[in-house]
């Protein structure tokens, strides 16, 4: 099935609570409260032109066109009454100096659309993950090369798992979005920290082995073959390789 940014909200929970990190104009807020209609959602994000080198094809870059104070004003007054009603939380400012407003583990979903660069989405990722309970999903907007961002996004994101091979699985990667799912507890804890050597294997696959038939002690024995692990695996399974790994 192909995902699209609306599809990717059918993953995050119903009634959460989560937060978008890089808001911009609130266009994806906004469906987002549509879709999930979350009971919290808080949105950080400094709308700030920021006179960085870096970020001079960005859309808040200091020479763009879209004046990001105006953008915050109008933002906060469109959702006044969601603020009020405490469903929407403004935490203005960079990813790194907000995500302490919020609880660990208490986010159903995180939806990562900031900065772009390396650097900072590595942070970005970092902090998602420590706000989501197990089970939480961390989408990521703009997995792709080939645009400013360079590989910043996808760099970031592949490194992410990598980190965590336990505790994190990518639920969904399409249409330039990926979605990760933070693992419960239980499978977590589920896993071994040494993974079976080769004696292991051996015993496990001797338990497997059918138990040879008895043999009458006058009978003449066929000609006796060494026989390692993987033929005597694939006599099990009916395969004809011999090759010993
Ligand atoms: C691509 S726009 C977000 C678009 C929005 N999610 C949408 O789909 O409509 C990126 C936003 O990230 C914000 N941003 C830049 N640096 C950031 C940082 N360090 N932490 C959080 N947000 C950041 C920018 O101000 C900008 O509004």
Redesign the pocket.
């Known amino acids: 099935m192909k995902r699209t940014r609306a599809s990717v909200l059918e993953l995050f929970k119903e009634r959460g609570r989560g937060a978008?990190?890089?808001?911009?104009?609130?266009?994806?807020t906004k469906r987002i409260l549509r879709q999930v209609n979350p009971t919290k959602l808080y949105l950080?994000?400094?709308?700030?032109n920021f006179d960085d080198p870096g970020l001079e094809k960005s859309?808040?870059g200091k020479e763009s066109k879209y004046d990001?104070e105006l953008m915050y004003q109008d933002l906060t007054e469109q959702f006044s009454r969601r603020v009020a009603n405490g469903q929407v939380e403004f935490l203005r400012g960079?990813?790194?100096d907000m995500m302490h407003h919020i609880e660990d583990q208490s986010l159903d979903f995180v939806?990562v659309?900031?900065?772009h660069r390396y650097d900072?989405v590595k942070i970005?990722i970092e902090m998602a993950y420590q706000k989501v309970k197990p089970g939480g999903h961390i989408a990521v907007?703009d997995h792709v090369l080939g645009y400013w961002w360079e590989d910043g996004v996808v760099r970031a994101v592949n490194e992410f798992v990598g980190r965590y091979p336990r505790d994190i699985s990518i639920v969904a990667c399409d249409e330039n979005q990926v979605v990760l799912q933070r693992h419960t507890t239980d499978i977590a804890n589920g896993l071994t920290d040494d993974a079976p050597d080769f004696e292991d294997i051996e015993t496990v696959a001797e338990a497997l082995m059918p138990q040879e038939p008895q043999i009458a002690a006058n009978t003449a024995l066929p000609e006796e073959k060494p026989q390692g692990l993987v033929s005597r695996m694939s006599s099990l399974f009916g395969r004809s390789s011999t090759a010993e790994v």
């Open positions: 978008e990190i890089g808001v911009f104009a609130g266009n994806f950080i994000d400094p709308w700030v859309w808040y990001m960079k990813t790194v939806y659309d900031g900065d900072a970005d907007d």
